[in-house]
């Protein structure tokens, strides 16, 4: 696994001695990846090359007219030649694509033989890079943040099924280590996929709905739980889901559901989930889900390929973490 130098980091936006300005950076995000259905490329993974549109030729030696004393030969032994170089060339273009498609995708799954996902270093982290902190986001605070705490920041969007994956896999290591002090857990909600994929304001509602949550003290519940009820994309979140059912099912009541529901009617919420979107798109992260550790990206194995989603621990994440 590639190491990365750590940072010293405390609670502040940055570490002590380091600058915090939000500057533009390459994300190791993944593209925009909002569907872990076939059809769409898993996060963190290069798009594969598409080969449809290089046909072999079609063409005929018959279509070739001889030259003036030139003979076809035995017409025999000119097909058996000609089946047989197309052969050998189908084979090396087999063997090509094989290859690109192996260099490209190489150390984006599992690794062979682990019974556990680990976040792995991305190229970027192997360079000395700057560290990037954000200062637009919900933090998990338990209130008992170490001073050495791993600063973790995640891009997430309430919309994008690999956000959900992610959340099925690392949610509970996460909010573990937020509680025991052990990460500084930054959550920065996006509106990508509402707004520039699907073209509905589901990703921006819900958002807004979480901020409300956060207000009484119940994010992280209702974050959870719009996870847990997310509709296939392109269906979206109704008004009374977010108002209603998400809240109850959190454990929001009485007069903090009735703060709730003030905000997410007035609208007071909506500021907070433009500017969290804003600067995450200026610093140049335009996908979800998207890590990062001590101010740099890394990497978080989503099982792409897995029949089935291994959640991760706490103490395994943290190892991994500190192992970076």
Known sequence: MPRIKR???GRDAAPKG????????????SESQNDPSPSQVPPNNIPLLDTADSPIDAGSPGNVPLAEGQSVGDPAKTVFALRLALVVVSIVAIGLIVTVILLLTRGNGPASGTTSPQPNASAATTQEATPMYLTQYIAVDSGATKEDAIIIELHTDYQCPWCGRAEQIYGEALHDLAISGDVDLRIHLRTLVGDQIIGNDSSRRAAAAAVCANDVDAFWAYHSTIFANQPEEGVGFTDEQLLVDFPAQAGISGQA??????CYQSGASQEQVQAMEDEGSQAGINGTPAFYVNGLPVNFDLQPSADSITSMNATDLLAALQNL
């Open 18 to 29: 380091q600058p915090t300005p939000a500057q533009p950076a390459s994300t190791a995000s």
């Open 257 to 262: 559901l009735q703060d709730f529901q003030t």
């Open 7 to 9: 940072s010293q980091v």
